[in-house]
């Protein structure tokens, strides 16, 4: 769904996309016409598998007023960003596991948009015989090609991948002694290349949510037969802007 409401899509497993429209020029579309699909669109990219998650997202040109939409298209093993979904569905692949890239693969929930700028954050696993690497990338849809605008190594197992405003929230699976492995949330500032915010307190971080102004988090905590959730709020200081 775009984040206006205006746009849905339905993946299929095999690679058709139904795209539906539920909002025309600010009103409601009747049941009865939404629930059509407007348009059929089918993946040309056999290669790519299951897809994981997907992104869709506005883009307003100034000197015209028109509105176009384009989708970021998440697979296991691979991205294939779709642009004007409503009209040429034009399909462009971001990232595919040939042998360039042999071994990547995407996990899901561990991805972002800001959808403002169209802005796509992956966390990318890349396997080979001996060894396992992990990085984050972004990708806008206007850069040139191959529209990567950002790589960086940022190691550890993540379960989770978040944008929150200039940052990088990730939870990811660390070993916590000998009582076994456990979730630790990370914020990051790519920009500046320090860590702002660290917890290590929680068995496990079960859900990530972000607003305008926060980071909201639930968690596990284990201590013997008692399990207890709790719910976080981090935000910015106003004296120093630290989380």
């Avoid at 929930?109 to 990318?124: Q, R, S, T």
């Avoid at 929680?202 to 596990?220: P, T």
Wanted: with cysteine.
């Amino acid at each position: 769904m775009s984040n206006d409401g205006v746009l849905g899509a339905l993946v299929l497993e095999n690679l058709e996309i139904f795209i539906y429209k539920f909002i025309e020029n600010d009103n409601l579309i009747s049941e009865k016409i939404a629930k059509k699909p407007k348009k059929v669109i089918k993946v040309t990219f056999g290669h790519l598998r299951k897809v994981i998650d997907l992104f869709i997202f506005k883009q307003k040109i100034e000197q015209t007023n028109v509105i176009k939409y384009h989708m970021y298209l998440l697979f296991e093993n691979g991205i294939v960003l779709v642009h004007d979904i409503e009209n040429k569905a034009e399909q462009v692949i971001l990232l595919d596991d040939t042998k360039e890239n042999a071994g990547i693969h995407l996990t899901q929930h561990c991805a972002d948009i800001d959808y403002e700028k169209g802005l796509l954050l992956v966390d990318i696993t890349q396997r080979t015989k001996d060894r396992e690497e992990h990085y984050i990338r972004q990708y806008h849809y206007l850069a040139k090609p191959p529209y990567t605008v950002m790589n960086r190594v940022l190691e550890g197992t993540k379960e989770k991948l978040r944008f929150f405003k200039q940052h990088v929230v990730e939870v990811k699976t660390m070993q916590k002694g000998t009582s076994g492995k456990g979730s630790e949330l990370f914020v990051q500032d790519l920009a500046n290349d320090i860590t702002v915010f660290w917890n290590n307190k929680h068995n496990k971080i079960l859900q990530v949510e972000i607003e305008k102004d926060a980071i909201f988090y639930m968690a596990e905590n284990t201590s013997g037969k008692k399990v207890e959730k709790v719910i976080c709020k981090l935000f910015e200081l106003e004296d120093n802007k630290k989380i």
